[in-house]
């Protein structure tokens, strides 16, 4: 069984920062990427920021600048370091990862897997 567990979130005011960690476990044989998402109430989940497991890194363009993702895939752990935060950056984050793992059957397969999120909210 996989999991993501997510922590970091909380309270923060506009200008502060926050960095969120998220943690994959279980039969993990390897990840393609890992990434973070965000919903606000009453709109649809979105891109923040997602990394491969070669190089590079993608940004949604209202974070560019503000927020830096990093991995250790060795360790299946992804953070998102949040600087600069706005009251539109108020949202709850999920952390996201596909990747190979091995089933109870032993054989392998590919899942897509969600943590269950953590809540950021940027108010003063």
């Known amino acids: 069984q996989v999991q993501l567990v997510e922590s970091g979130g909380g309270l923060v005011q506009p200008g502060g920062s926050l960095t969120l960690s998220c943690a994959a476990s279980?039969?993990?044989?390897?990840?393609?990427?890992m990434g973070w998402y965000r919903q606000a109430p009453g709109k649809e989940r979105e891109l923040v920021a997602v990394v491969p497991s070669g190089r590079g890194t993608n940004y949604a363009d209202s974070v560019k600048g503000r927020f830096t993702i990093s991995r250790d895939f060795a360790k299946k752990r992804v953070w998102l370091q949040m600087n600069s935060l706005k009251p539109d950056d108020t949202a709850v984050y999920f952390c996201?990862?596909?990747?190979?793992?091995?089933?109870?059957?032993?054989?392998?397969?590919?899942?897509?897997?969600w943590g269950q999120g953590t809540q950021v909210t940027v108010s003063s």
């Open positions: 279980g039969n993990i044989i390897s990840i393609s990427t």
């Open positions: 996201n990862a596909a990747l190979v793992y091995r089933r109870s059957d032993a054989a392998l397969a590919r899942g897509d897997y």
